[in-house]
């Protein structure tokens, strides 16, 4: 209140003044506390606290990681994570006779566990058994391999019969394709980030049938840390769109809009905390892609990391601490009298830097 009594008793000129001020000072307080570590982590102590939530939030998701082990889950991150090590073995050249000894009891004691939840995901338990029964099939016994073997034959999972393996395959089995980068490049240059919609309803079926496609992106481990939380009310949609700040002018006009959560719950280790990002955004750019072909438009907005604005979003969402918004994204039907930014694109002259020795 006081801040916005004082700006509005000033001119713009005073204000670019007093704004440089400021940024001058800032920057030569960085510069001292950039000199080292130690004074670096001073500074995010003493002074800034803008990595706090995402310094407790680690440690929260650490603590559900843990937790999750022991309850009944739709779907588990430890599972996927070792079945999918478990698959880089099987396909390695030369596949060494054992391999696995230090995770795959590990692995079998958590999938035994699992095996007494009916909440988790079929196909995921589906994949976990046809991995693991290729793997006993071909690794040799040791003394670890033969008691995990011995665990998971007395379980005796159930198996479909006649149903393809979920198993690792060979390259050239891979789906043919007749994209080529010519009809590659037209879907890129045609997805534009549109900001202006017809006032028609995105269907829900339209918006799965996108996300099947998006879970086709890479994901580190396989564990897929994210989740897709969906308004199609535009009232509510507007109101989540304004919490990002960059939204003004055009957030009323989102009749869908689409919050990409990134879940830190799905590692043990702090050494992880970037991969929800990592993981998120690379399955939201294949999800922009496939609404496009889709008949729908979409715009990716820049989620800011400042705490107010986290905890509005959280409150409103009724997300857990360890679960951190990555971006949101705005679908609709486009208006053809809608206009969309040029953004001249950086060229590969300026964004390819060939490395030709490494020491």
Known sequence: MIKKTFLAFISEHQKIQIKALIASFKLTFSK?????????????????????REQLAVLKGQLAYDEALN??????ALLRRNIHRLEKGLIMRPRKPTFASDYIGETVDHYCALANYRSLDTAEFRWATDVLDLYFSVVHDNPVIKQARCRYQDLQPQRENGAIPSTPYLQQECPASDIHYDDLLTLYQRRRSVRWFLPKTVELALIRQAVNAATLAPSACNRQPYRFDVIRDMQQAAMIASLAMGTTGFADNIPCLIVVVGDLSCYPAERDRHVIYIDAALAAMQLMLAFETLGLSTCPINWPDIELREKLIADKLRLQYYERPVMLLAVGYADPSGGIPFSQKKSDQLLVREIINVD
């Open 32 to 52: 001292v506390f950039a000199s080292n570590a130690w004074l670096a982590a001073s500074y995010f102590l003493f002074f800034n606290s803008s990595f706090r």
């Open 71 to 76: 309850r009944a889950t739709n779907s588990s």
